[in-house]
């Protein structure tokens, strides 16, 4: 049956219909994906959805992203997603990586076996520089507050650790295993700020040594996420499932 592209059926998809029609993944994160959870902690859903192709050909395109409709929850737009990927984003990157994916369709599926096509020597800059900005937050906080934002620096060094580690062996693994006591101290406020400050710092110096040593290609493979996008596309434009 040839796809409804009318200019009616096209413009009563809102976002929200987009999400919960369209969505091709999703998967749960934040202190859950991380295993930092704690009795009270939300549940962070990020989603990933398929604007279908005739949506492109009107004069007011798809949306790139959509906030909702559930609480705590949060989508982008296929290609988005995958632009945001290539730039390795560490957001979006540690998406990809979750170990509590809650739904995945067939192109879902591709999408996730395509995550090292996304992993370059290039998350050394972002998560790198993402991690100096939050520091530089932390630092204000305790001038300002006399405390930094405790639970802010737990993150900050399990994303530090992550990109180390990926560096050092090629792979993204969000979950912190036994760091997750350590790492729950420092949320408590039991490690002192000079401590904290310490391993940030000896973190950084090692993922910088594990860059020029790192498994990881300089750039992603671009090439094979455009072919990907390219048939997601087409397939959507045919009206095929």
């Not at 796809?3 to 369209?22: G, K, M, N, Q």
């Not at 959870?37 to 192709?53: H, I, K, N």
Request: glycine share 6%; proline share 6%; charged share 30%.
């Amino acid at each position: 049956m040839r796809p409804d592209t009318s200019l009616t059926s096209l413009t009563s998809l809102t976002p929200e219909l987009l999400v919960r029609d369209h969505t091709v993944y999703t998967c749960v994160m934040g202190s859950r994906a991380f295993g930092l959870a704690t009795e009270g902690s939300d549940t962070d859903r990020r989603g990933v959805f398929l604007a279908p192709t005739a949506l492109f050909w009107q004069l007011d395109k798809p949306p790139t992203h959509v906030e909702g409709p559930g609480e705590d929850q949060f989508s982008w737009e296929l290609e988005r997603f995958c632009e945001l990927a290539l730039r390795a984003n560490p957001n979006i990157l540690e998406c990809l990586h979750s170990p509590l994916v809650e739904y995945a369709d067939d192109t879902g599926r591709e999408l996730l076996s395509l995550r090292g096509a996304f992993l370059s020597r290039r998350v050394h800059e972002t998560f790198t520089g993402y991690a100096r900005g939050q520091r530089r937050k932390l630092q204000a906080d305790l001038r300002n507050h006399g405390a930094p934002r405790w639970k802010h620096a737990m993150h900050l060094l399990r994303l530090l650790i992550s990109v180390r580690d990926l560096l050092r062996t090629g792979r993204l693994v969000i979950e912190v295993g036994e760091e997750r006591e350590p790492l729950l101290a420092v949320r408590r406020g039991e490690v002192p700020w000079a401590e904290v400050e310490a391993r940030l710092s000896r973190l950084e110096a090692e993922a910088e040594e594990a860059l020029h040593r790192s498994p990881l290609p300089a750039e992603p493979d671009r090439r094979r996420v455009e072919d990907f996008l390219f048939r997601v596309r087409r397939t959507s434009a045919l009206g095929s499932s």
